[in-house]
């Protein structure tokens, strides 16, 4: 079975650039999360999808942030303009309930703003 | 809030030795606990996880209690193994919520 994937895996832009992150979560699971991750820093959740829509978005900065899941499946996550402090990790996870806690992880997106 | 509380890393420690890594959390009611585990190239994943109250949690040799009395879940390997050598975080969940809240994570070294 395949994993969470998650692209790109690396992404270097200047900053005000927009730049978009993309993933797949595993088959049949109905929630989706989107966290970032700064160096020396745990995983903090920016949004959380169950199915199409998005039931906790109060993390997201949504003056420059956005996310959508059109069909309940495939995320895509946006940042326009990017700021010197949005490099960071963005992880996406996905998992088949909320309940158990046990999410299942992709390998990340490192973005690095100049 | 709700917060989770990890020990400094890097630990570096030499094969076979017995690993502790400190967790204690801050939470109204009762949360679960969790311990994820970053390999090296690998996103996270779940090692183990307690539910309530004294519940043990154990996986490939790790284990870690569940301590309502001291807000703790300190994970613990009697003999640790250079493939051992990752990042660990340890996280909470409120039913309510529907969201993990993870510390900074612990970075174990092995060295053989």
């Known amino acids: 079975e395949a994993g969470v994937v998650q692209s790109p895996r690396y992404k270097i832009i200047e900053k005000k650039q927009p730049v978009a992150f993309w993933c797949n979560p595993i088959?049949?699971?109905?929630?989706l999360y989107w966290y970032r991750q700064n160096l020396g820093q745990g995983p903090e959740l920016l949004i959380r999808?169950?199915?199409?829509?998005?039931?906790?978005d109060s993390q997201l900065p949504k003056d420059r942030f956005s996310a959508e899941r059109l069909k309940g499946v495939d995320s895509t996550l946006k940042i326009q303009p990017a700021e010197l402090g949005d490099s960071a990790v963005y992880l996406c996870?996905?998992?088949?309930?909320?309940?158990?806690?046990?999410?299942?992880f992709g390998e990340g997106s490192r973005l690095t703003v100049l | 809030g709700d917060s989770v509380t990890q020990m400094e890393g890097p630990v570096t420690l030499s094969e076979e030795a017995f690993l502790t890594i400190n967790c204690t959390y801050t939470?109204?009611?009762?949360?679960?606990l969790f311990w994820y585990v970053q390999y090296p190239g690998e996103g996270l994943q779940l090692l183990l996880k307690?539910?309530?109250?004294?519940d043990k949690g154990s996986n490939k040799g790790f284990e870690a209690t569940y301590r309502k009395e001291t807000t703790s879940f300190h994970l613990e390997k009697g003999s640790v193994q250079v493939s051992d050598s990752a990042v660990y975080f340890c996280?909470?969940?409120?039913?309510?919520?529907?969201?993990?809240?993870f510390g900074k994570g612990t970075k174990l070294s092995v060295k053989p």
């Open positions: 999808y169950e199915n199409e829509e998005a039931v906790d």
């Open positions: 939470a109204t009611g009762y949360p679960s």
């Open positions: 996870a996905s998992s088949s309930s909320t309940v158990t806690g046990e999410l299942f």
């Open positions: 996280a909470l969940l409120k039913r309510s919520q529907g969201n993990l809240i």
């Open positions: 307690a539910t309530k109250a004294d």
């Open positions: 088959s049949g699971h109905n929630t």
